[in-house]
Structure formats: C-alpha cells, structure tokens
C-alpha cells in the first residue's frame, strides 16, 4: 500500500460460501446488491466476499476528502486481512474493475485472479462525460430525473423495457440515496490511467466485455485484451453497462469456470515465481 495512503476504513460486507475467495467490487453509486443474482451460485464453490466500498451503501463515508482509489485499496486489503484471507479472486465492476485492476497491479501478492467486467485501462473523455451528465441532472433536476437518466445509460434497452419491476425500484431507491459519496468517487476514477502499466499485471485476467455499453465504451474490451498479456476475453451482444444484473448466469458461469482454472493451475504447479498458470495464455 502506498505510504501516504489514509488509514482503512472497517466496510460493510456481505460474506457467504468456503473455499477460495472471490471478492466482488461494485461501481460509483452501487453497493454490494449490485451482485445479489450471483452470489448465491457463486458461494455454492467459492467463499464470496461482497463489500460495501467506502461511502456506499452500508460502509461509512470518510470524514476528509478521502476516495482516491489507494484509499479504497487500503479498505479492500484491510478487509481481506481482518476476514484471514491472504489473496483472493478480485471481480470488479466498472469502477470496481479500476480499483481492482490497481490492487492487482499494487499488491499482487494479494490477489490470485482479477475478472474486469465494463472496465478499462483508463477513463476517457466519453465516460467522464456520462459521469458529468449524472451529477448534473441530479444537481439541476433533482432524483427522479437522474433514476430516468440512469435507466437510460447503464442498461440495455430491451432488457430494461421486459424488467420494468427493476426501473420501478430504481425510481423509488435513487431518492433515498445519499450520492455525495459517489460524487466524489467518480472525480478521483475520471483521472484514472493505468495504460502505462497494466502490461505488467501479474495475475491472470478475465475480461468481460458488454457490446451495448452506453457506459464504457465496447472498446476498451479489446484495449485490455491487448494490453494484459494471457488475458482471456468474453465478450455479450445485447447487454449494458451492468452485465451482472442483466446476465447473472453468464457471469457466474464465467467467473466460475475462470476462477477453477486458476485454482486447477495453482493446485497442480506452478513452480514458485510462475506469474501466470498454464493454458491462460493467449490463444
């Protein structure tokens, strides 16, 4: 952890299964539900941790300006130490994918596996736009014109239009969320670049790629492939920004079955210093 990072804040999570952990990291503005469609499958093989970042959902907000992703890094490692687990699974969301890919890139050591679902390498000007868009109509038109707006950028339209029992209890949740947090989260990730250095990722990668993202851009699915070598790709037609609630099963089955290789290659090898198990290099 970097040295001027502030002290760890205890988070709220949600922790349920054995055997390896799998750690699920949410986005600006979710909290640890965001996941609820897949923890259950999840924990039937793995031990599943889902926390509440700093400011979200359950976990306390910081009392200083404190959402730089070494904050949050700090939160995250502080968590796996005081739940006794030494390295984990990282699964991460948009921008639990940026914290995700930095602890992977930080603190390797602690992380067996990282899965980056509607991430990137860095954040660009269209995404920071979106971000901007939120804050702007929940400041100007108030919380039933951000739910709306929301509806519109981070799911896919005909899956919306079959869920509408999901954009009627957004409408009725956004009110009632307090978004300061998530403001100030989305400022620190709009700097976020890692284009530098994610060459050097050392645990294996799984990237999982909605093509309909009004979010992240379908591209940078292919950045990241590129970018990490031995990555694996997945990549869904007719899916938005948040994959793990419109394709819970294609989720599970992805973590899961990338998560058993990882685990098969580390339980039958790999010779000390091995920064990346048999058969996940590229095809």
């Not at 499958?41 to 404190?66: W, Y």
């Not at 530098?196 to 790629?209: C, D, E, M, N």
């Not at 938005?240 to 294609?250: I, L, N, T, Y």
């Not at 998560?259 to 210093?273: C, I, N, Q």
Request: net charge negative; with cysteine; hydrophobic share 45%.
């Amino acid at each position: 952890m970097p040295p001027e990072a502030p002290a760890a804040l205890p988070l709220f999570c949600r922790d349920e299964g054995t055997g390896p952990a799998v750690v699920l990291l949410h986005g600006v503005g979710a909290d640890h539900s965001v996941w609820n469609g897949i923890v259950g499958p999840l924990s039937e093989r793995f031990r599943v941790l889902a926390p509440d970042l700093r400011g979200h959902g359950r976990s306390a907000a910081p009392t200083d300006a404190g959402y730089a992703l070494a904050a949050l890094q700090g939160d995250l490692l502080g968590l796996l130490s005081s739940k006794g687990v030494a390295a984990a699974h990282l699964v991460g969301l948009s921008a639990g994918a940026l914290l995700a890919l930095r602890v992977g890139l930080d603190a390797p050591e602690r992380v067996l596996s990282v899965t980056l679902i509607s991430g990137a390498a860095y954040t660009d000007g269209h995404t920071r736009s979106v971000a901007e868009r939120w804050a702007e109509t929940y400041a100007q038109e108030g919380a039933d014109a951000l739910a709306l707006r929301l509806l519109k950028d981070v799911y896919y339209p005909d899956w919306i239009e079959a869920h509408m029992d999901v954009a009627d209890r957004l409408r009725a949740e956004v009110p009632r969320h307090d978004y300061r947090g998530a403001v100030r989260w989305a400022k620190e990730v709009a700097t976020f670049d890692e284009r530098g250095r994610i060459a050097s990722l050392r645990p294996p990668a799984l990237i999982v790629q909605a093509m309909d993202d009004e979010v992240v851009d379908a591209s940078h699915g292919r950045i990241l492939r590129q970018s990490i070598p031995g990555s694996r790709i997945r990549i869904l037609a007719q899916t938005g920004h948040m994959v793990p609630v419109e394709r819970p099963a294609e989720t599970v089955e992805a973590i899961r079955s990338f998560v058993d290789e990882v685990e098969a290659a580390r339980t039958t090898s790999a010779p000390a210093g091995l920064s990346r198990p048999p058969g996940m290099e590229r095809p």
